[in-house]
């Protein structure tokens, strides 16, 4: 829903969440330290605040593997809402470099998802 803001709290300092953009730069200072603590908090709310392919791509780049995974598996049933289309899919795994990662996108999408994503033999 746009507008809606989500609080994280991190080492008792707490911070508004409601874009990628937000939730980028929240990762980026925390330096890895505690991606999957902010992660983990947002989760119901990760595909609200991803919003959409580029949103995952920016998020996806500042996290290391393990937090990849983690945010690919949060995202759930809302990640073909988020990819949304096979353009956007193929651009996020042409820059992923990461066979670990790709595997569980693709595996997150699921067969279903991936026949909603691609419409044509073309895509």
Known sequence: MAGDAWTITVDG?????????????ALDVLQGQRDRDVLSQLA?????IIAGPRGL???LKVLDTGDKLYLIEALGADLVEVVRDAGS?????????DGQVEEALLRGLGADGLRCLIGTAQE
Do not use: G, K
Request: hydrophobic share 55%; proline share 3%.
């Open 13 to 25: 300092e707490t911070a508004q969440i409601s874009t990628a953009a937000e939730l980028v730069v």
């Open 44 to 48: 119901p709310h990760l595909a609200a």
């Open 57 to 59: 791509y920016d998020t």
């Open 89 to 97: 899919l193929r651009d996020i795994l042409a820059t992923l470099a």
